[in-house]
């Protein structure tokens, strides 16, 4: 049935592909962000309105917009050199990219990289795939580039 399931929502996914489509479940997503990243990263929009997390939390990169984003390229953060050569490859951050991220951010780097030297800035491993499923769909509220495109059509 999960197979099933999965089958049609990326079959929905890609018949809306103008829709953020996430798996995971926001709620579930809202606390586990709370007890597992806030510790590092807040969520700020353009204005400097924290939507998600405390305020002047810059131990992580602030994740407003995250999705549709090149990685490493928050003005004024300090990455690691592989995350920012990541980044540089062409990789963006959608949800099948993140999941493997969040569930081991250095063996993402080496394996993204083909480089067993790489390394990772970020100390933090999320321990299921559901889990990282849930943040992701949580994250996915904050400023997309389509909720970010809908905006501008709305204001225009
Ligand atoms: C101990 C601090 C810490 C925790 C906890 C942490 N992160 Fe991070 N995170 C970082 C740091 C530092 C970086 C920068 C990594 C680098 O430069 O290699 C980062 C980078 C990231 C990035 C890349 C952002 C970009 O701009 O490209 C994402 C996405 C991310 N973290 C998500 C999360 C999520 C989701 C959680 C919770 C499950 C989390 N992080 C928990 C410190 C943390």
């Known amino acids: 049935m999960k197979f099933t399931t999965g089958a049609a929502l990326s079959a929905l996914a890609l018949s809306f592909a103008s829709l953020p ?3 995971g479940d926001i709620e579930a997503g809202e606390s ?3 007890s597992q990243c806030q510790n590092c ?3 700020a929009n353009e204005d400097g309105e924290v939507l ?3 305020p002047n939390m810059r131990t992580g990169p602030n994740l407003y917009g995250v999705f549709g984003r090149q990685p490493g390229t ?3 953060f300090r990455y690691g050199a592989s995350l ?3 980044g540089e490859s062409g990789v963006v951050w959608d949800e099948e990219v993140m999941v493997p991220y969040l569930l081991d951010p250095t063996t993402f780097l080496r394996e993204t990289l083909d480089d067993r030297r790489a390394r ?3 100390s933090f ?3 299921d795939e559901a889990t990282a499923r849930d943040i992701i769909a949580f994250l996915g509220q904050f400023g997309s580039v389509d909720a970010e495109e809908d905006a501008a059509e709305e204001g225009s």
């Open 52 to 54: 998600a997390g405390r």
């Open 41 to 43: 990263h807040n969520v």
């Open 84 to 86: 920012v050569e990541v």
């Open 32 to 34: 586990a962000f709370q």
């Open 125 to 127: 491993r999320v321990r």
């Open 120 to 122: 990772s800035q970020m």
């Open 74 to 76: 928050v003005e004024g």
């Open 21 to 23: 489509a996430f798996a």
